[in-house]
Nanobody
Framework: QVQLVESGGGLVQAGGSLRLSCAAS????????MGWFRQAPGKEREFAAA?????????YYADSVKGRFTISRDNAKNTAYLQMNSLKPEDTAVYYC??????????????????WGQGTQVTVSS
């Protein structure tokens, strides 16, 4: 069982930055791929970014965030991060982190993840 807790959301002006954190419980964090998904009001959940469980493994970004967002992980701290720069109003959403055991391919699909956090709100004002 893995429990995920997101933090770091908030209100920011367009062009600003935020760093989201996803703290995971358990001793096996290093064996999980980590992903970030987001859901805006009235829209379906969509993929944002993901990182493989393997050191030096695959990293995925949605086209909408590529070049602005950076995903990373610190296995010693059982934490994944999403650095978000040059934020736009259309980035406003609840952001969820997710964990998928031994995930390496297809990490842009929600079905690859077994565990999900409760989400953190990100609001970007224009």
């Amino acid at each position: 069982q893995v429990q995920l807790v997101e933090s770091g959301g908030g209100l920011v002006q367009a062009g600003g930055s935020l760093r989201l954190s996803c703290a995971a419980s358990g001793r096996t964090f290093s064996t999980y791929a980590m992903g970030w998904f987001r859901q805006a009001p009235g829209k379906e959940r969509e993929f944002a970014a993901a990182i493989s469980w393997r050191r030096g493994g695959n990293i995925y970004y949605a086209d909408s965030v590529k070049g602005r967002f950076t995903i990373s992980r610190d296995n010693a701290k059982n934490t994944a991060y999403l650095q978000m720069n040059s934020l736009k109003p259309e980035d406003t959403a609840v952001y969820y982190c997710a964990a998928g055991l031994y995930g390496d391919y297809g990490l842009n699909y929600a079905r690859e993840y077994e565990y999900w956090g409760q989400g953190t709100q990100v609001t970007v004002s224009s």
